[in-house]
C-alpha cells in the first residue's frame, strides 16, 4: 500500500527531527444524537457502528499477530510510538511527540507524549517503552517462532535467545525519554514502529495475564489468556467481548488522551462469506465492510451505498516451496510462471483497476524494476520447460485459504480454480488442499514445510521496499523453502544504505534477482474496495488500514 517514500530512509548523515504531523487519532466530534445501523434512534451514550469482518482476529494481543483482522481490531485498542499520516504511509507522531535519529544511525530517541495511560490505569511512560521493547526481544520458544511474533524477528531479525538481531536496549533516562539503541543500522525503524505489532501494551497487564506464556507447537499455537481475553493498551476503544466465529466487541475508552469520538461501541461481526457480508449491509445489519467483492462494487453504488478505494499497496502471489523436490528445479518454477495467465485472472476475479504484478513490490514502490524477467503467458514454453526437467506428468500439492477475503485476494477460491485450470493446460495436476484461513492456513504456510504451491500474498505494513521483498526473501523460512545467503546479504546490504539513489539501484537488481530465481510468482496489485451504508462519514481509508473509528461520524 506505500506510495510516497520515506522521509526517513536513507537519513544517517545527520539527526531527524519529525514532529508538528497530525496522526489520525485526534478527529472526530460528539453527537447528541444519530440512528443505528437497524434503524433505531440512539443517543450519545450509544452510538454503535458495526462494521464486518471476513475472520476472526488470531489474537487480540497485536505482538503475536501479522494479520489484517487482527490489526483491524488491534488498531482500535492500541497505539505505538509512530503512526501515520492520514490516508499515507508515512510515518506520524502519536505516542512519541518527536524523534532524533544519531548521526550514525544506532540510537533513536523518542520524546514520549505525557499524561497518558493504559486502559488498566497504569502510566505509559519511558519504562512502559522499553518493557516493551524487551519483551519482544526476549520472546522464546513458541512464541519467538514466524506464526507468532512474526513481524519481530522480520524487523529485528532475530531475539535475544537466538543471539539477537539488530536492537541491542532501551533506556529510560526520564519519564518521557526513551532511547533505542542498536548494534547495527536499521533505517525503516521509524516507520515500523508504525505497525500494530509494535504497539505499547500495559506492562501490568502483560504481567497479571502472563501474556508470554504461548503453549502448543510453532504449528498451532495455544494463546494465553492475555491474547484473548485482557488486551490492554491506550487506545480510544477498550475491549469488551469476543465471541470467537460471532463477533468482537468495543467500547470507548472514557479516559482517552485524545479526542474520544462520537462512536461509543464498536461491533465486528465475523461474516466469512463476501455474499453474506452484502447482504448483511443491504438488510441494514451493518454499517460498513471490507473486501467488497469487484462484482458487487458498481451495485452497491448505483444502490446508494458509499464505496471508498484504496491503493493497491500490495500484492498477490503463488508461493512455491523449494523445499519440495519438485519445486526446487528453476525450470518447473519457470513453467510455472509462464502458465499462469495473469490478465485473464486479474479479469475474471479481481476489482477494476488492478495491475497484473510483474514485481513483489507495486511499481509505487522504489525499488520497483522495469529490468525483470516478466514471465508472459505462455503454456507452450511451459510444456517445454517441463519437458526439459523430466516432469512433463507432474504433481504438486496447491493449498489455498477458504471462508476469507483478503485486500489482495477477495475470492481465494475463483483465484485457485482459474489458477489450477491454468496449470493443468500444462500438464501439471494439482492436489488441492483447502483450508480454513485462521488459524489453519497461515500456521501451515508459515510454521512448516507440508505446503507445495500456495496463494498468499501482502499489504505493505509501512512505506519501505524491504517490508516488501525483505519480508519475503531477506531470510530463510518455511513458507519458501530455500536458502540464498547471495540474496539475503544483498537485501541486507539495501536495507543499510545511507544514500536513497545507491538504496534504490540495489533493490532494482534484487527485484531483477528475485525474479531471474522465480522465487514465487507475483499475481497482481488489486484496488480493495470498502462499502458503507449512507450517514456514515469519514471513514479515514488508508493505504496501510491504518483507520481508527473515533475519526467516523454517524449523521443518520
Known sequence: MRKVRLTVVGVAAASLVLAGCASDRDGGSDASSTTSADGGATTAEEVVFTFASS???????PAF?????????????????VGTVPGTADPAPLLAETWDVSEDGLEYTFNLKSDVTFHDGTDFNAEAVCFNFERWNNFTGVAATESLSYYWGKVNGGYAETGGGKYASCEAPD??????????PLPELVAAMSLPAFSMQSPTALAEYDADNVGGASDAPVLPEYATAHPTGTGPYIFES??????????RNPN??????QITKIVFPVISDATARRQALEAGDIDGLDLVGPADVVALEDAGFTIEHREPFNVLYLGMNQAVPELADVRV????????NKQGLVDSTLPEGTLVATNFVPPSVRGHSDDVATYDYDPEKARALLAEAGMSDLTLNFTYPTNVSRPYMPTPEQTFERIAADLAEVGITVEATPLPWNPEYLDRIQGGSDHGLHLLGWTGDYNDTYNFIGVFFGQSSAEWGFDNPELFSALSAARVASDVDEQTSLYEAANVSIMEQVLGVPIAHPVPSLAFRAGIEGYPASPVQDEVYNVITITE
Not at 175 to 184: D, N, R
Open 333 to 340: 518454477r519457470q513453467a510455472i510462471a509462464y502458465a499462469v
Open 55 to 61: 475472520n476472526d482476529p488470531a489474537s487480540l494481543d
Open 256 to 261: 482517552y488522551w485524545g479526542d474520544a469520538g
Open 175 to 184: 519519564e518521557a525519554t526513551a532511547v533505542i539503541k542498536l548494534s547495527s
Open 65 to 81: 499477530a501479522s494479520d489484517g483482522e487482527s490489526f483491524r481490531v488491534a488498531r482500535q485498542m492500541f497505539e505505538g510510538l
Open 242 to 251: 469476543w465471541s470467537p466465529g460471532e463477533n468482537v466487541t468495543l467500547a
